[in-house]
């Protein structure tokens, strides 16, 4: 029976021997090992130690200890670090990649939001090109077509096609049939005489309703009549206007009739005021050329 004394100082069967003991053994082994000539060619490395002779590993002391767990910690803090410095720099991809991608999709909203500022943009400049475009075309007509200023009185049926048809077919051409007998024609050519001085670029003139071969019951019963035209086709018919004015009326009566009936508009009045601007400005021009 093995005590805890014989565990702590070692059995003598086990693996305690008494120096001398030992000595002399050694000495013994030694004689009996040169003598054996099998002992020759024998690998130690091949013989297995007996289990009783086999001896316990040494423990590590205090300072070993020590020493392994700083070991330990400064491997686990470079372990750590490294693995910091790996996450960052994935870190750092991930986000580079992010952004990019990012940079692209922003890219391409700027792209196409430059697109459609452009197409808009270039559909305005058109649109106001064409108002640019067709004011100038309208100022030269005004500078080319005639002014009139007056009332033209046609003397046959002749002057009155003639009136109508080879005129600019820009300008309209307003015809009084009228009749002398008539309270209500002769106030009508009053007002058309304030009328025309207004709207000079419109043709008023005025005929007796006989002279165009018009039937004596029309001439009775239609007049005063107002024919208007533009480019040869009739663009207004109107008849009996004595029970539209009465006897007695003013131009601006008229006036606003032929509004009404979107005969005169406010541009041709200001088209007048314009023409007579730009002319003078033309001249202006000319004469600062000559200087």
């Known amino acids: 029976m093995t005590t805890l004394d014989d565990k702590i100082l070692g059995l003598k069967t086990q693996n305690y021997v008494s120096s001398s003991e030992s000595e002399g053994e050694d000495e013994d082994d030694k004689i009996m090992d040169d003598e054996d000539p099998r002992n020759d060619n024998i690998d130690l490395s091949d013989v297995a130690a007996p289990s009783d002779f086999r001896l316990e590993v040494p423990k590590t002391g205090p300072k070993g200890v020590i020493q392994d767990y700083r070991r330990y910690k400064q491997l686990e803090t470079e372990q750590r670090k490294e693995k910091e410095k790996e996450i960052r720099a994935l870190a750092q991809k991930f986000s580079v990649s992010c952004q990019s991608s990012l940079d692209d999709e922003r890219e391409k909203e700027l792209l196409k939001e430059l697109e459609l500022d452009t197409d808009e943009f270039i559909q ?31 003397q046959n049926k002749d002057q009155f096609l003639d009136a109508v048809d080879k005129e600019n077919p820009n300008v309209i051409v307003v015809v009084h049939l009228y009749s002398e ?46 024919l208007v035209y533009k480019g040869g086709q009739t663009i207004g018919n109107f008849v009996k206007l004595e029970d539209t004015f009465g006897q007695d009326f003013f131009a601006s009566d008229v006036e606003s009739f032929l509004i009404e009936n979107d005969i005169l508009t406010e541009e041709l009045e200001c088209q007048l005021t314009a023409s007579v601007t730009a002319k003078k400005e033309d001249d202006s021009d000319s004469d600062l050329d000559i200087d």
């Open 124 to 154: 305005q400049y058109h649109l106001q090109r064409l108002l640019q475009l067709k004011e100038e075309q309208e100022r030269r007509l005004q500078l080319n077509s005639p002014k009139f200023g007056k009332v033209i009185s046609l």
């Open 181 to 226: 007998d008539l309270q209500s024609c002769r106030a009508m050519n009053g007002c058309l005489q304030c009328l025309a001085q207004q709207y000079s670029l419109v043709k008023f003139c005025k005929i007796i309703a006989r002279e165009t071969g018009i039937s004596r019951n029309f001439t009775k019963e239609g007049l005063p009549a107002l």
